[in-house]
């Protein structure tokens, strides 16, 4: 029975973080960037996201209650910080970078968006706060089992980064400027949604 809650509990994080669809946000926010660069980057990003998963997997109710910040407003947050990426990805505010110049040693998007809230935004915090407190298992071992479930989904997060010189090779120039404004486009849906989630979670509609 409770193998069967850790297969789901990982499933539902991988459904969540969507390390696969994540793979093509990381080629175009990466472009121009060699493979040592993007390595880095990766790691970082990837760490930093454990790092902040496991603060909100053991205090997330916790440190929202203390400083009174509710879910819905940490979703509609994450939803406008997400959207401004969305911007920069569809009107190509970084193709001075690009177009026959070495790119921007300190552009660096592990933090943001890549870290948050691309691998932990709103709906992995959230569920980490339910998986971990809102289940029929309790105590130690849960929740390092909980922590080990999401750590095992962030790394395949990175494996797909580290494949990115080669979906890049694959699609080449031209088919990374699409994909970088199909994204940019999918992008801002995503991010009106978590703000819609949060207006929802606030009974206003």
């Known amino acids: 029975m409770e193998l069967a809650f850790y297969v789901t ?3 539902t994080l991988f459904v969540i973080i969507d390390p696969i669809a994540l793979a093509p946000l990381f080629v175009a926010l990466t472009r121009g960037m060699d493979e040592d660069h993007r390595r880095r980057i990766a790691l970082r990003a990837c760490l930093i996201a454990i790092g902040l998963l496991t603060l909100f997997g053991l205090l997330g109710n916790k440190i929202l209650a ?7 407003a940490f979703k509609i947050s994450g939803g406008l910080l997400l959207f401004v990426t969305a911007l920069d990805m569809l009107f190509e505010r ?8 070495q790119p921007d040693p ?9 870290a948050t809230p691309l691998i932990a935004g709103p709906g992995a915090f959230t569920t980490m706060i339910l998986l971990v407190n809102n ?5 130690l071992a849960h929740t390092l089992a909980i922590h080990l479930v999401m750590v095992l989904v962030v790394a395949s997060a990175y494996l797909f980064f580290l494949m990115a010189g080669f979906i890049e090779r694959l699609l080449g120039r031209t088919g990374i400027v699409v994909v970088t404004r199909l994204l940019g486009m999918l992008l801002a849906a995503l991010s009106v949604q978590f703000v819609l989630d949060g207006i929802k979670g606030t009974g206003l509609l």
């Open 66 to 72: 203390v400083i009174g910040i509710t879910m819905p």
């Open 9 to 11: 509990a990982f499933v």
């Open 94 to 101: 970084r193709t001075q970078r690009r177009e026959g110049q």
């Open 135 to 139: 289940t029929p298992a309790t105590g």
């Open 106 to 114: 300190n552009h660096d998007p592990s933090v943001f968006p890549l």
